[in-house]
């Protein structure tokens, strides 16, 4: 006999009435029951387990399998999060119920977050809610306008060219840069002399990278232990006080100048291109009982201002530079629409209206932003049992109180039936078939950047979610709309930055327990060279 069948005559006996005394079949119907139970248990979780938590754990991130994921799992679904138990909600309608419609049912301030993601910036707008939030957008919104934007460009488009020039000379000797973290020093030095008012030297590109490193610690307290480092909240905790007394230092100078402007008469009137920053506005701000800010209070806000001002510009052009790489027809594209202008203009540095004339560059950022989204969520949290009534109809879902819902970004940039072919990057579409318009969103916008300007009309923000919707969509869109067109458009005019890709660098983002936000595993590490016979910038 074979070993086969003496295999099988042991496994199934001719006596069926005896099976279970023959030990192969009792393992075999161990393992079996045990998978039975095992297999629908494993789908029960997983099926429950949110897709980005899933991938932050094993260390795999695919945003469009997470996308479809979600998908898979419905316009509205509860879900299991590193951050504890929550709905998740995809696309323009849910947000709308949540963000429009039930403002006064949500907390969106402090109580409205993950525990993980207090008390970084305590009293600051991000913490605050309602009337007291309300307050500090009134009071931040002028330093957003347009005139205040034109005013900041020449510095931008300054710490441009000297970041370049850097640069350009790092990679003369021979090496490569990391763009992912150039760009993050560069927006870092933007935010805080255009947002703060700081004076930085051009030169001191040590103490900015030092300054850089405190805020990349600062993220280490985000994610939970065993994701996150085991001393994430203490580092975390070490970087925010650093970078707390360096922010009170400013405000000490700028208060001092404030008040000795007010005793000389000199006047402290906005408009003086200087002193329309928002944390000036901040600094001359009087309450009902004619109390100022406290110097805590302003450094709260300082700290959230430069947080969310620079990394996720950084970001979203770090996702720019990628797309140049990946694919070289966009470079081209890009240098065609930019020499173009300079040719007409006469202008090698744009100017705030030849912003408005890149409607190639802006159809690319307005990719960029859809694709590579610099925030993936946006979360709230239920002040009383609340109901979502699906808009076809279909089963309503009861939200109860203290409950978090979190708004997919990602997915809803990816929704199908607005953007065809969703995950493939594709910046044509915002120029032959713009997504449709909502009228009523142009209240949103402060600026005209990237608007009304080009061939691309402003979309909803419950469309493109990108910089969230509602009360408290972000109050530095345009700066950072404006930012990012200013930055690319000198990167692609003067310098190549494609064609000597460090070896291993790896084009797509992804997010771990280090580091919260989208972002290169290994960063972008470029050869950064001046291209040849462009005209010298004045
Ligand atoms: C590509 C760049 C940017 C993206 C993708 C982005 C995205 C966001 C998002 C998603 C929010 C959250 C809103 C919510 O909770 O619903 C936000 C809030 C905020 N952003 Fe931005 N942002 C960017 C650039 C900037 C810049 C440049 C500044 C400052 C100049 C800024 C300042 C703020 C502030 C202060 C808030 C809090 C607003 C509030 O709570 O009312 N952001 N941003």
Redesign the pocket.
């Known amino acids: 006999m074979t070993t086969m069948s003496k295999l099988l005559s042991d496994l199934i006996p001719s006596d069926l009435t005896g099976l279970m005394d023959n030990q192969y079949t009792r393992y075999a119907l161990g393992a079996g029951a045990v998978a039975c139970l095992a297999i629908p248990a494993y789908t029960f979780i997983k099926n429950r387990i949110d897709p980005i938590s899933l991938a932050v754990i094993r260390g795999r991130f695919n945003t469009k399998d997470i996308v479809e994921e979600r998908y898979r799992r419905g316009a509205i679904h509860w879900t299991w999060s590193i951050f504890g138990g929550l709905y998740v909600i995809i696309g323009e309608h849910p947000a709308k119920w949540l963000?429009i419609q039930e403002k006064d049912n949500i907390w969106?301030?402090i109580d409205?977050r993950p525990k993980a993601f207090r008390g970084f910036a305590t009293g600051?707008?991000?913490d605050?809610d309602f009337e007291e939030?309300a307050r500090?957008?009134r009071l931040?919104v002028p330093?957003?306008k347009i005139d205040a934007l034109k005013g900041y460009l020449p510095r931008m488009l300054h710490h441009t060219t000297n970041s370049m020039e850097h640069w350009a000379k790092e990679c003369d000797k021979g090496g490569y840069v990391d763009l992912e973290e150039g760009l993050k020093l560069l927006?870092l030095r933007i935010?805080f002399t255009?947002?703060l008012g700081a004076k930085i030297p051009d030169d001191n590109f040590e103490e900015m990278s030092r300054l850089r490193e405190r805020y990349a610690e600062l993220f280490l307290g985000f994610a939970p232990w065993p994701i996150g480092p085991w001393d994430g909240k203490k580092r975390s905790k070490i970087a925010k006080d650093s970078i707390l007394k360096d922010v009170g230092e400013i405000i000490n100078e700028r208060r001092k100048d404030l008040e000795e402007r007010e005793k000389s008469g000199k006047g402290t009137e906005d408009g003086v291109v200087e002193d329309s920053d928002?944390l000036w506005l901040l600094l001359k701000a009087v309450d009902e009982n004619g109390d100022r800010l406290s110097v805590q209070e302003l450094a709260a806000?300082s700290l959230?201002?430069?947080i969310?001002?620079?990394e996720?510009?950084a970001?979203?052009l770090s996702s720019f530079v990628a797309e140049c790489i990946r694919d070289p027809t966009l470079i081209s594209r890009l240098r065609a629409e930019q020499d173009a202008l300079i040719a007409s203009t006469g202008r090698q540095i744009p100017s705030y209206e030849d912003l408005k004339n890149m409607p190639f560059m802006d159809a690319v950022f307005r990719e960029c932003?859809r694709v590579h989204?610099?925030?993936p969520n946006?979360?709230?949290r239920a002040r009383k049992d609340i109901v979502y009534v699906p808009k076809d109809g279909t089963k309503p879902t009861v939200v109860k109180k203290g409950t978090m819902i979190l708004?997919d970004?990602l997915s809803t940039n990816r929704d199908p039936s607005i953007y065809p072919d969703p995950h493939t990057f594709n910046p044509d579409r915002w120029l032959h078939q713009p997504p449709t318009t909502s009228p009523t969103d142009s209240a949103t916008t402060t600026s005209d950047i990237g608007t009304t300007s080009t061939s691309i009309p402003s979309l909803s923000p419950f469309r493109l979610?990108?910089?969230?919707?509602?009360?408290?969509?972000?109050?530095?869109?345009q700066?950072?709309?404006m930012?990012?067109l200013a930055v690319a458009s000198r990167l692609v005019r003067e310098y190549d930055f494609t064609s000597d890709v460090r070896e291993g660098t790896v084009l797509e983002k992804t997010i771990s327990g280090r580091k919260p936000l989208l972002h290169y595993p290994l960063g972008l590490g470029v050869r950064f060279l001046k291209r040849t016979g462009v005209q010298k910038a004045v």
Do not use: D, K, N, Y
């Open positions: 963000l969106s301030g409205g600051s707008i991000i605050q939030h500090s957008r931040m330093a957003f927006t935010a255009l947002l928002p806000h959230i201002l430069v969310a001002g620079h996720t510009t970001a979203t932003e989204s610099a925030a946006i979360i709230r708004w970004v979610a990108t910089f969230s919707a509602g009360h408290r969509i972000c109050i530095g869109m700066f950072a709309r930012e990012m």
